[in-house]
């Protein structure tokens, strides 16, 4: 089980498979190296590598304070420093496209190119209500089998997704416990979630444009409640040879293995290779 010590102690989880380009895969918010086992087979000739950030999955918890954009952007750089890696593209889902953003800012010589999988500069706030409604929450559901029969019906934006992929889903969602299915997080990231959000929302837009220079794409998806048409509009302005595209009947988020998701990393990939 690949691990290393983060600066402050903390022992985290990541796997590094495959050979070539560098490709560090960072998940979304609750979630772990598993947001990324739909497309994984689809991505040739990179070397795969998947951090499980503090407090998420096989990593280690910490204290809920360190839970931040910041912290978690310096134990990437740690990680990649781990590895003796220069540098390396990122494919950030959601939480993950924010810490590229700011390793942009911060550590952009660390970096090759970025794609952004429904995450942009500005977050729609319907969206992020949805996501403090469950976070640090336990499910209802006692079983995978239960969760899967509900959990498609509840994902809004999400249409003509066959039950088996919501089968596969729930088990990297959640884990079994002896009453029922648990969150595979530490759920004092809810506390560090809402305590951030009691100040006022910082302006990301200079974080998107630190990404000058890079090769960049961002996947949407079409009816997804987080990424606003009109952000996606205005991050195409702003970088009009990013490469961008919109993957239908998917909300937040897209799972990386539809058509119209890997024919725009593969153009990206093209670009940084």
């Known amino acids: 089980m690949p691990r290393f010590t983060t600066s402050d102690g903390l022992s985290l989880h990541y796997t590094d498979d495959g050979a070539g380009l560098p490709l560090l895969c960072l998940a979304g918010l609750t979630r772990d190296g598993h947001d990324f086992d739909y497309v994984a087979p689809h991505l040739e000739a990179v070397r795969l590598i998947r951090l499980d950030y503090r407090g998420r999955g096989q990593s280690d918890w910490g204290d809920p304070e360190t839970y931040t954009i910041p912290v978690e952007a310096r134990d990437a750089v740690e990680l990649l420093d781990h590895l003796e890696i220069d540098k390396t593209a990122i494919l950030g889902t959601s939480r993950g496209g924010l810490i590229a953003m700011m390793l942009a800012a911060t550590a952009k010589d660390r970096l090759s190119a970025v794609a952004l999988n429904d995450i942009g500069p500005e977050i729609a706030p319907e969206g992020l209500e949805v996501i403090k409604d469950y976070l640090g929450r336990n499910p209802v559901w006692k079983s995978y089998e239960e969760a899967a029969d509900v959990i498609g019906a509840r994902m809004a934006g999400f249409d003509n997704v066959p039950p088996e992929r919501w089968a596969q889903e729930v088990r ?102």
């Open 172 to 273: 990297t969602l959640f884990r079994e416990g002896p009453d029922g299915l648990v969150i595979p997080y530490d759920p004092k990231l809810r506390e560090a979630v809402l305590g951030s959000g009691a100040q006022p929302a910082p302006d990301l837009w200079p974080l998107f444009e630190a990404l000058s220079g890079l090769p960049l794409c961002t996947i949407r998806g079409a009816n997804s409640n987080l990424l606003s048409p009109e952000t996606f509009a205005e991050m195409r302005k702003r970088r009009p040879d990013m490469v961008a595209t919109e993957v239908p009947d998917r909300g937040h988020i897209p799972f990386l293995d539809e058509p119209e998701a890997l024919d725009a990393l593969s153009r990206w990939l093209k670009m940084v290779r």
